[in-house]
Nanobody
Framework: QVQLVESGGGLVQAGGSLRLSCAAS????????KAWFRQAPGKEREFVSA????????LYADSVKGRFTISRDNAKNTAYLQMNSLKTDDTAVYYC???????????????WGQGTQVTVSS
């Protein structure tokens, strides 16, 4: 059974930082690209960032470029999202996803975590 478990969310003031982690089990971690999506109340789930299987290729939404950094440690079966200079607009539930290739589309990812709440206060 595939499981993706996110952690690291919480409440932070604007300008602060958080690091999200996504621990995977039940799959060969290095066979899958990883991505982070987020969903704010009343909005659709949106792409944040993705990383290829070996970490060579990364993608970012324009809204987070220069502030967020995605990474992965295949030896630890874990992906990360370092979030700096957080803004109130970053408030959302953040989801980890695994798929065959790094892309921006929700439909490209077969496995999803339950999400972790990130709240940025002004």
């Amino acid at each position: 059974q595939v499981q993706l478990v996110e952690s690291g969310g919480g409440l932070v003031q604007a300008g602060g930082s958080l690091r999200l982690s996504c621990a995977a089990s039940g799959l060969t971690f290095s066979d899958y690209a990883k991505a982070w999506f987020r969903q704010a109340p009343g909005k659709e789930r949106e792409f944040v960032s993705a990383i290829s299987r070996r970490g060579i290729r990364t993608l970012y939404a324009d809204s987070v470029k220069g502030r967020f950094t995605i990474s992965r440690d295949n030896a630890k079966n874990t992906a990360y999202l370092q979030m700096n200079s957080l803004k109130t607009d970053d408030t959302a539930v953040y989801y980890c996803a695994a798929g065959w290739a790094a892309s921006t589309g929700v439909e490209q990812y077969a496995y999803w975590g339950q999400g972790t709440q990130v709240t940025v206060s002004s």
